[in-house]
T-cell receptor, first 117, second 114 residues
Framework: AQSVSQHNHHVILSEAASLELGCNYS??????LFWYVQYPGQHLQLLLK??????LVKGIKGFEAEFIKSKFSFNLRKPSVQWSDTAEYFCAVNPAYSGAGSYQLTFGKGTKLSVIP | DGGITQSPKYLFRKEGQNVTLSCEQNLNHDAMYWYRQDPGQGLRLIYY???????QKGDIAEGYSVSREKKESFPLTVTSAQKNPTAFYLCASSKSGREADTQYFGPGTRLTVL
């Protein structure tokens, strides 16, 4: 079974600071990787995803993530955060090309981001 | 508008009572899921269904039951056997097959057991 580790529980940044949230996974095969975001009072939304191809993935609202296979990592980045980025961010993984296993999405415990104006 | 609806938004029940949470989707997705979200714990999979009349246990199925009689609906029953039922419950859906990978979430139901 797969597992996901998010290193930071709570990150506090000032506006315009750069952001990097760590995500590492454990799984012996090929995976799909996701970052979801939960803004206060809103639905969990897909921020970006990686299935294959270019390991640098761009998502909505200026976010990007880089898949480094050798490090089992999928860190989320944004060059300059805004107050509106205050939210909880979840990394998730599921096995690729594995039939029923692909339905089992495993989430990390989440990182709360607070951006101070 | 296409999407996933969950009702009610807040639900209160007395200890020992079963309660059913509703989830409906009009995205024409074959697969549906139930997750539980607790502070600092992320989301944990309770049950999922790849197709109508079929469902499988997730990581924390004990004390929960589901049915999938219609493509659009996947209700979750929290039974009295669930030891810590107070939580935020999220329903999701996805296409099946290769595109099962991307799941879309509803707004959630916050259940409080008194």
């Amino acid at each position: 079974a797969q597992s996901v580790s998010q290193h930071n529980h709570h990150v506090i940044l000032s506006e315009a600071a750069s952001l990097e949230l760590g995500c590492n996974y454990s799984y012996g095969g090929t995976v799909n990787l996701f970052w979801y975001v939960q803004y206060p009072g809103q639905h969990l939304q897909l921020l970006l995803k990686y299935f294959s191809g270019d390991p640098l993935v761009k998502g909505i609202k200026g976010f990007e993530a880089e898949f480094i296979k050798s490090k089992f990592s999928f860190n989320l980045r944004k060059p300059s955060v805004q107050w509106s980025d205050t939210a909880e961010y979840f990394c998730a993984v599921n096995p690729a090309y594995s039939g029923a296993g692909s339905y089992q999405l495993t989430f990390g415990k989440g990182t709360k981001l607070s951006v101070i104006p | 508008d296409g999407g996933i609806t969950q009702s009610p938004k807040y639900l209160f029940r007395k200890e020992g009572q079963n309660v059913t949470l509703s989830c409906e989707q009009n995205l024409n997705h074959d697969a549906m899921y139930w997750y539980r979200q607790d502070p600092g714990q992320g989301l944990r999979l309770i049950y999922y269904s790849q197709i109508v009349n079929d469902f499988q246990k997730g990581d924390i199925a004990e004390g929960y039951s589901v049915s999938r009689e219609k493509k659009e609906s996947f209700p979750l029953t929290v039974t009295s056997a669930q030891k810590n039922p107070t939580a935020f419950y999220l329903c999701a859906s996805s296409k099946s097959g290769r595109e099962a990978d991307t799941q879309y979430f509803g707004p959630g139901t916050r259940l409080t057991v008194l």
